[in-house]
């Protein structure tokens, strides 16, 4: 078996967490997390912040993520085929449908935002580009499970948790759901990772036919659905987008 770096180790994980932690962590926060001694934490944020990979609050003494991260993420995403396969489509699909576009791939036990077009109206909006969503609770998430069995038992890994009162927990209903978005060939979520708001989303294959990754909008259940249903309209657009994605991959008709 490869022998691994616990330097690299411990300094990924201090990473990671500052990943999640929107407002920054305090030393102690970051050491009990990781798992570390106080000094060995300390000693890996200052290595990271002098290469720019940590910035620390002067004020708070809270550590957060540098600039290093997104311009080592901007690099992967310009290389990477499906986002730039589908930057015009995306484009097109925000304006037709009205509503944010965003474009996902497979991300360990996520769904890692490669690409995000803004609801074309003067709203306030965070680019969400290099976040990870869940796999079991979102429309992107839902598409890539539902192709893919290895995606699937990721979602299951990293646990199917309740992010709000119409999360679908149990193993079984989620594969209830999935077994229907293949037979519909698309996905939809309305309230079930953040309240008031729903998805549809739709697979982008390659040209040997397999889920690479699914693209989709989201926006307020209002005007999203129709009723209790997701409007035809958007679901066709949905569906469209992928379509012209999955043909520039060399997937052809389906």
């Keep these: 078996m490869a022998r691994t770096i616990q330097s690299l180790e411990r300094a990924a994980a201090v990473l990671r967490l500052l990943a999640d932690g929107e407002r920054g962590l305090g030393l102690s926060d970051i050491a009990s997390a990781a798992g570390l001694a106080k000094g060995t934490a300390h000693g890996l ?3 990271l912040q002098r290469e720019g990979f940590v910035e620390q609050d002067p004020a708070s003494g809270r550590y957060r993520l540098g600039a290093e991260p997104l311009r080592l993420g901007r690099a992967y995403l310009d290389g990477n085929e499906l986002r730039a396969r589908a930057l015009v489509w995306a484009d097109d699909l ?3 449908s009205g509503e944010s576009a965003y474009l996902g791939a497979p991300h360990g036990r996520g769904v890692l935002i ?3 077009v803004f609801r074309p109206d003067d709203s306030r909006q965070d680019r969400e580009v290099g976040t990870v969503q869940p796999l079991h609770s ?3 998430g839902k598409v890539l499970a539902a192709y893919d069995p290895a995606t699937r038992d990721a979602a299951l890994a990293a646990g199917l948790g309740a992010l709000t009162a119409r999360t679908v927990t149990g ?3 989620f594969d209830l759901a999935l077994e229907e978005v293949r037979s519909r060939g698309w996905a939809s979520e309305v309230g079930e990772t953040w309240e008031g708001v ?4 739709a697979p982008v294959l390659d040209r040997r036919r397999t889920a690479v990754g699914a693209v989709g909008i989201t ?3 209002e005007r999203v659905l129709s009723g209790d249903e997701p409007r035809s309209a958007l679901v066709a657009a949905v569906r469209d987008c992928a379509r012209a994605v999955s043909r520039d991959l060399g ?3 389906f």
């Design 45 to 47: 944020l200052r290595t």
């Design 94 to 96: 925000a304006r037709a």
């Design 114 to 116: 490669v690409h995000h």
């Design 138 to 140: 979102t429309a992107l």
């Design 171 to 173: 193993a079984a209903a």
């Design 198 to 201: 729903a998805s549809i989303a």
């Design 219 to 221: 926006g307020a259940v």
């Design 251 to 253: 997937s052809g008709r």
